[in-house]
């Protein structure tokens, strides 16, 4: 086989990680690198360093070790019978090649994933490599995401925790039957496993009291997973659902949605089509009700047609038009719980609410500063100035507040 | 008009001087001017000096903040509008918690442009790397939104302490010499490198990373709006990417599934693995039962749990313990009775004199059953029908263990080992003999002890628990 050269190479590895929607360098520990050997800090925020048309961040250095795998999952571009193009870097290409980045300000880190190469043990053993050399050979105290190679021994995955600050597996298809049937040599008993494990660890290196000495760091930005969406069939409840099983269970992060997306080389047992950003999107929306605005995955579902998502308006909208019946809300006294459930309005607006109305009884237009278009939230609120009247429960209200045409996309040049 | 000089557009201490010596002397905001630059009068334009402030004369920290920060925002009447803020914080204290109030609103939506600016300096600088007689230094060229490089420059010392590196920007440049952090003058573009030989394999990486297939400008444009494109080598690709995206994608949607790798495909079939559940295997040893329940399908309770928990302890041993189901800290950890149940359970054992080496303790439903509730999981009592399914593998692992006394852990698990429902506080102390020869002794859960909000109630239930076993040792 012909050598590649290193930029052919990164070519490969990166088109072959880029269908993991991960990118987050967020939420770790804050250090930086005074008095240290090297370079790196992480200050709470993460830092996209670009966008590329497809308006995902670029924030870490998104490889794979090597793209060869003995697996053959259906959905993936590497899987063992696909006949796209191989390559492998070294490890301290891997290595160099994070550091000329960071050095020049291009990433805030490395994220690192590879396809099965002999084993999973053997696999693991090589990611944790790349992250032990930057760590300690180059004292680099940047963001490092390692995927976890769910069959590896609990005591490699143990190790990678100590290097890394964010550590993932990935469920990716929201039907157990499906992984089954997709991924035939994946085991999503053996993920869960492997999460579980994680989260033991995870909860462990938190400091229980004060006075007690610090365990070792172990993974402080936690972990996430990906579903992919529209590969298997699954409703958008049931993906909604199983968001919320792997939330209470693992203590994740984040789950991220990835729309299903044609892939060069693909297989005749997926759909070939565009993939479904609108669904993808509502999803995320979803996701985030869940987690910061209080609503239980039930709740979500009400909102729902046959278990899916509207499309036409997002799911706080949809759940706001389907219990009209706990609307208007009054901003003067309403409570922070209900108020976060006024369509158009965000946690950062609500506080700010809570905050002024200390001061001042407030008016539309004061509701009006405070988030980012007043006729999506009037409906469903009273104000000083304001009532609703029969607005709240218009017939008509859903076309109203329907957005009329897709905003067409910009033109750049 | 009373004239207030300052000595750069980002000299916040002028300014201040300047706004107390005006707000001292009662001078309106409408009456107030503040300009940059030298100015051969002074503070004042016209009439005299004000005498200095008062002491009694306080701002808010939050304003200092807040002006700190607006201060370099590049519009020309931030100064006034600071001044007019301040004004009127005489006569309201409380004014900046009023974000709805116009003034306050256009002071903060100032200083969230010029966070944001900073924020995106810290994203789009690009250092190039040159080779100077006495080492390698690091370059780069930067436009920022505002007037954030005094500000973010410190970002970098931390980041990048072990470099020599410097940002020129065309309203000054930082210099970290390894040490300390100093600024100079104005630079311009043609000051710093005009390549490095890395940018082609990050121009690689940017193409590569890109999925044609999800095109959405308007979302790249918002994160990083054109302002920034000139100095950002990966944005040359844009256009290109851009055009050729939905062809790329029309290409793959359409292309025909190809026809798979036979060399691969061989390989794989040495590794595939069979996960189905074999309704009629029986399992011969206590691994292999472990083994097999991670594939049970016999009810729906394995799809939310992590995994199977089997028993676990002495392969022989006389006394088999049976509690509920597994918990959020078993389910993880992958062994029975290791939560906080567990532990009540183990001491209790302790002091009824039973040696935990003795017993075999499991649960009479494998999986465990919950709600997630946010963060947590809530414990959801199983049903009938889950036990019974369960009850397979209950059975399994009494044939493999053989005790010759059990004890069952709250009503659950009185049901799953005697295939009927009982009261467990009616029955508890009775020694029920079953078909295998087998004594059965009902007993409380330890969860139950751990629930109960009465203290002195807790004590006396506790005190039951053991005794109960103190019943159960005499049978041994
Ligand atoms: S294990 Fe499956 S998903 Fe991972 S690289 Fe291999 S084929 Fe792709
Ligand atoms: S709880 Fe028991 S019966 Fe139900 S799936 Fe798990 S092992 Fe099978």
Known sequence: MAVLDLRRKLAVLADAAKYDASCASSGTSKRDSIGGKGVGSTEGMGICHAYTPDGRCVSLLKILLTNFCIYDCVYCINRASSNVQRARFSVDEVVELTLNFYKRNYIEGLFLSSGIIRSGDYTMEQLVLVAKKLREEHDFRGYIHLKLIPEADPRLVEEAGLYADRLSANIELPRDEALKRLAPQKDVGVIKQAMGRVRLKVEAARPAKKDRAKPPKFAPAGQSTQLIIGADGASDTEIVDRSASLYAGYGLRRVYYSAFSPIPDSSSALPLSKPPLMREHRLYQADWLMRFYGFSSAEIGDAANDGMLDLAIDPKLAWALNSRAQFPVDVNTGAREMLLRVPGLGVKSVNRILQVRRWRTLRLEDIGRLCRGIHKVRPFITALDWTPGGLTDAADLRARMTPSVQPVQLSLF | MRVATLANETDFDGWRAGARALRQAGVQPGEAVFRVGRSASGLFDDGPLPPPPDAGFHTPRAFVDLAQAVILHRSEDRFDLLYRLLWRLKAEPDLLRVVTDVDVADALERAKNVSRASHKMKAFVRFRRIEAADGERWVA????????????????????????????????????????????????????????????????????????????????????????????????????????????????????????????????????????????????????????????????????????????????????????????????????????????????????????????????????????????????????????????????????????????????????????????????????????????????????????????????????????????????
């Open chain 2, 141 to 476: 060229w930067f436009e920022p939104a505002h007037r954030v490089l005094e500000r973010t420059a410190p970002f970098f010392a931390r980041r990048f302490p072990t470099m020599l590196w410097s940002i020129l920007t065309p309203d000054g440049s930082a210099v970290w010499d390894g040490e300390t952090l100093t600024f100079g003058p104005p630079a311009t573009r043609d000051m710093a490198p005009s390549e490095d030989e890395v940018e082609e394999f990050w121009k690689t990486y940017y193409a590569s990373t890109f999925n044609p297939a999800r095109l959405k400008l308007k979302t790249m444009q918002g994160e990083m709006p054109k302002r920034y494109w000139n100095n950002l080598p990966e944005a040359a690709l844009i256009r290109e990417l851009t055009a050729q995206s939905s062809a790329r994608t029309e290409t793959m949607v359409a292309a025909p599934a190809s026809a798979p790798n036979l060399r691969l495909a061989k390989t794989l079939s040495r590794i595939g693995r069979d996960h189905a559940f074999d309704e009629g295997f029986v399992p011969s040893t206590l691994e292999e039962l472990g083994q097999a329940v991670q594939a049970c399908r016999r009810c729906p309770l394995w799809r939310d749990a992590t995994q199977g928990v089997c028993g676990a302890g002495a392969k022989q041993a006389p006394l088999m313990i049976v509690g509920e189901q597994p918990g959020d800290q078993e389910d993880l950890a992958g062994r029975p009775f290791v939560g906080p149940a567990g532990q009540v359970l183990d001491e209790a054992l302790v002091e009824a004199g039973i040696d935990r080496e003795d017993a075999f303790v499991t649960n009479a439903v494998k999986h465990f059953k919950h709600e997630p509730r946010g963060k947590r999981r809530i414990h959801r009592t199983p049903l009938v029908s889950e036990v019974s399914a369960c009850r397979w593998w209950l059975d399994a692992e009494r044939r493999l263990v053989r005790p010759k006394v059990i004890v069952t852990l709250g009503a659950t698990a009185a049901l799953g080992v005697l295939n009927r429902k009982i009261t467990v506080t009616q029955a508890r102390g009775a020694v029920l003999t079953q078909p295998d020869g087998a004594r059965v002794v009902a007993n409380v859960h330890p969860a139950y002890l751990l629930r109960l909000p009465d203290e002195a109630a807790r004590i006396a239930e506790r005190r039951r628990f053991v005794e109960d076993l103190k019943l159960v040792r005499a049978l041994l």
